[in-house]
């Protein structure tokens, strides 16, 4: 039942359930993301989409029911390899969660910090990335200098500057014209076919139509397929 | 470490004033407890000093014959913790007595007999000089049957001594509570550091910052703290004593008066309880309030 050897798949679900009280915010999850898939999970709001996110990188825990990351089986790893878990992922949430008393340097070179890199590593890389998503001449700025637009892009460069095997976006457009939702969507696919796996959670239809990958609904909780219905 | 130690000093500078609050409440403490130290550590020189002057005095009853005189020496030899044993005879302690009261001399004048007794002087060996060795001693002595009473200084240096107990023990209840308000001041100060950084520690963790690299950031600030509290203390505590000290000197000359300061080992010992102070107010802060 739970087939951890599946070489082809990075993510496992297995009967999923997260209530909140007596709120069931996802009912009977089950779910195989494939390494280097591109998937994107929609729905209405207050469908779970980031709930179901949080349950993947321990942001809280599951219910019920059984989670596999790259290996992990996260009901059973211990606080300590929680760090380590987090460090697969590249997060960009749905509210940046930028350190609003850090530079932009400094946030996104928190990450390669907190996994022990060393400090001239860290220089290069961060503002080799700073660069690609554009923002390189904003790099001593406080994240509140910024528009909604080059945070999220500060965000995108956090989430990828590690290096990790999954991104996972939050309503990564959620606030941005299609020009900078362009920008992001290519930066995504950037790391996309570089190898990296993908899960974005969206309701801007837009998106999902640009990057063509696959899509799954969910709905009061309920994962319904590649359907809204 | 290296970043730890950045991010440390940075925090300290960030948090500017509360870290000059902090590191001056550990500096007073540190001050207020060593200087007791400071004091109670000379008082007890002085005390071994006096102590070492202690002597008993035996009065020998009246009208015994002075060929007894060596045998009762000899018994007084006997006991165990004596030194040396002295005979002072009346005659001769009239004569200190008139040349310590030279200008009431006209009193003993008039005495036409000598009403002082004979007597010996004894001193005792090092370790027989505490109040109750000598008590000890001096009961032994008093037991002899050409005895007719003994008398030592101890009356008074025991007095003292409980003065000075009790002295002591003040000194060790307030070297706790300061040192529990100087941890309880640390832990309040990394409190509110943690405080104001919650969203960077939160985002820390979601980023996979390990324990490690979110707390050892803390516990390099409150150590470092710790540090300059206890050597700013210890310094201004010296600065005073020499000041103090160096104006006492010139008005006694007394080799009672050979204070010294506290010993390299001592204040080195303090400027680690205080790194301790700040190790412990870091690890209580964060065991409250940064749970995972
Ligand atoms: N911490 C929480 N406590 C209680 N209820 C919660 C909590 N987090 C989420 N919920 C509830 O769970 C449901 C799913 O929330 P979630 O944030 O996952 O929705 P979403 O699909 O991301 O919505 P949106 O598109 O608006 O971001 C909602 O009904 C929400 O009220
Ligand atoms: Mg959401």
Same mark, same amino acid.
């Given at each position: 039942?739970?087939?951890?050897?599946? @070489?082809?798949?990075?993510?496992?679900?297995?009967?999923?359930? @997260?209530?909140?009280?007596?709120? /069931?915010?996802?009912?009977?999850?089950?779910?195989?993301?494939? /390494?280097?898939?591109?998937?994107?999970?929609?729905?209405?709001?207050?469908?779970?989409?980031?709930?179901?996110?949080?349950?993947?990188?321990?942001?809280?825990?599951?219910?019920?029911?059984?989670?596999?990351?790259?290996?992990?089986?996260?009901?059973?790893?211990?606080?300590?390899?929680?760090?380590?878990?987090?460090? /697969?992922?590249?997060?960009?949430?749905?509210?940046?969660?930028?350190?609003?008393?850090?530079?932009?340097?400094?946030?996104?070179?928190?990450?390669?910090?907190?996994?022990?890199?060393?400090?001239?590593?860290?220089?290069?890389?961060?503002?080799?990335?700073?660069?690609?998503?554009?923002?390189?001449?904003?790099?001593?700025?406080?994240?509140?200098?910024?528009?909604?637009?080059?945070?999220?892009?500060?965000?995108?460069?956090?989430?990828?500057?590690?290096?990790?095997?999954?991104?996972?976006?939050?309503?990564?457009?959620?606030?941005?014209?299609?020009?900078?939702?362009?920008?992001?969507?290519?930066?995504? /696919?950037?790391?996309?076919?570089?190898?990296?796996?993908?899960?974005?959670?969206?309701?801007?239809?837009?998106?999902?139509?640009?990057?063509?990958?696959?899509?799954?609904?969910?709905?009061?909780?309920?994962?319904?397929?590649?359907?809204?219905? | 470490?290296?970043?730890?130690?950045?991010?440390?000093?940075? #925090?300290?500078? #960030?948090?500017?004033?509360?870290?000059?609050?902090?590191?001056?409440?550990?500096?007073?403490?540190?001050?207020?407890?060593?200087?007791?130290?400071?004091?109670?550590?000379?008082?007890?020189?002085?005390?071994?000093?006096?102590?070492?002057?202690?002597?008993?005095?035996?009065?020998?009853?009246?009208?015994?014959?002075?060929?007894?005189?060596?045998?009762? %020496?000899?018994?007084?030899?006997?006991?165990?913790?004596?030194? #040396?044993?002295?005979?002072?005879?009346? $005659? $001769?302690?009239?004569?200190?007595?008139?040349?310590?009261?030279?200008?009431?001399?006209?009193?003993?004048?008039?005495?036409?007999?000598?009403?002082?007794?004979?007597?010996?002087?004894?001193?005792?060996?090092?370790?027989?000089?505490?109040?109750?060795?000598?008590?000890?001693?001096?009961? %032994? &002595?008093?037991?002899?049957?050409?005895? $007719?009473?003994?008398?030592?200084?101890?009356?008074?240096?025991?007095?003292?001594?409980?003065?000075? #107990?009790?002295?002591?023990?003040?000194?060790?209840?307030?070297?706790? &509570?300061?040192?529990?308000?100087?941890?309880?001041?640390?832990?309040?100060?990394?409190?509110?550091?943690?405080?104001?950084?919650?969203?960077?520690?939160?985002?820390?963790?979601?980023?996979?910052?390990?324990?490690?690299?979110?707390?050892?950031?803390?516990?390099?600030?409150? &150590?470092?703290?710790?540090?300059?509290?206890?050597?700013?203390?210890?310094?201004?505590?010296?600065?005073?004593?020499?000041?103090?000290?160096?104006?006492?000197?010139?008005?006694?000359?007394?080799?009672?008066?050979?204070?010294?300061?506290?010993?390299? $080992?001592?204040?080195?010992? &303090?400027?680690?309880?205080?790194?301790?102070?700040?190790?412990?107010?870091?690890?209580?802060?964060? %065991?409250?309030?940064?749970?995972?």
């Amino acid at each position: 039942m739970i087939d951890g050897k599946d @070489k082809s798949s990075i993510i496992q679900m297995f009967h999923v359930h @997260k209530h909140y009280g007596s709120k /069931k915010a996802l009912i009977d999850i089950n779910l195989n993301v494939s /390494k280097n898939e591109f998937l994107f999970i929609s729905g209405p709001s207050g469908a779970g989409k980031s709930t179901l996110l949080r349950l993947l990188y321990l942001g809280e825990p599951v219910s019920e029911g059984q989670v596999l990351v790259d290996g992990m089986n996260l009901s059973r790893i211990s606080k300590k390899r929680i760090p380590f878990l987090r460090r /697969k992922f590249g997060i960009i949430f749905q509210d940046y969660k930028l350190i609003s008393t850090k530079t932009v340097f400094d946030n996104v070179a928190l990450v390669l910090e907190a996994s022990g890199k060393k400090r001239k590593f860290i220089e290069k890389k961060v503002r080799s990335v700073l660069r690609t998503v554009g923002i390189e001449q904003r790099i001593n700025a406080p994240p509140h200098s910024l528009s909604g637009g080059e945070q999220q892009r500060v965000a995108v460069a956090r989430a990828v500057v590690g290096v990790p095997k999954i991104i996972l976006a939050d309503e990564p457009t959620g606030s941005l014209d299609s020009d900078s939702a362009d920008i992001i969507l290519n930066l995504l /696919k950037g790391f996309h076919t570089h190898g990296g796996t993908v899960i974005v959670a969206t309701h801007d239809k837009e998106l999902i139509r640009k990057a063509g990958g696959r899509i799954l609904y969910l709905k009061q909780g309920r994962l319904l397929g590649p359907t809204p219905i | 470490m290296a970043t730890y130690y950045h991010r440390a000093v940075k #925090d300290i500078k #960030d948090n500017g004033f509360l870290s000059a609050v902090t590191i001056i409440t550990i500096a007073l403490s540190i001050l207020i407890v060593s200087a007791f130290a400071l004091f109670f550590t000379n008082a007890n020189n002085v005390m071994n000093h006096w102590e070492k002057g202690i002597r008993i005095m035996a009065y020998l009853k009246p009208g015994i014959s002075q060929k007894n005189f060596p045998d009762i %020496k000899r018994k007084i030899q006997g006991i165990y913790g004596i030194q #040396d044993v002295n005979f002072i005879s009346k $005659e $001769e302690a009239f004569k200190r007595l008139k040349e310590q009261m030279k200008r009431q001399s006209s009193i003993l004048m008039d005495l036409n007999e000598n009403p002082l007794p004979d007597a010996f002087e004894i001193s005792m060996i090092a370790s027989s000089q505490s109040g109750e060795k000598v008590e000890e001693i001096a009961t %032994k &002595i008093e037991s002899l049957p050409s005895i $007719e009473d003994v008398e030592y200084g101890q009356k008074w240096l025991e007095r003292f001594t409980n003065i000075f #107990d009790l002295f002591r023990l003040a000194g060790y209840a307030m070297g706790g &509570i300061f040192f529990m308000a100087a941890v309880f001041i640390v832990a309040n100060t990394i409190r509110l550091v943690i405080y104001t950084r919650r969203e960077e520690i939160e985002i820390m963790r979601l980023v996979g910052a390990s324990e490690k690299f979110i707390r050892g950031p803390f516990y390099i600030e409150s &150590i470092i703290q710790g540090t300059l509290g206890g050597i700013i203390g210890i310094a201004v505590l010296f600065i005073t004593f020499k000041l103090i000290s160096s104006n006492v000197e010139h008005s006694f000359k007394y080799e009672l008066l050979n204070i010294k300061f506290l010993s390299p $080992e001592f204040y080195c010992g &303090i400027i680690l309880c205080s790194m301790f102070v700040g190790w412990l107010g870091c690890y209580i802060s964060l %065991k409250q309030f940064l749970k995972a």
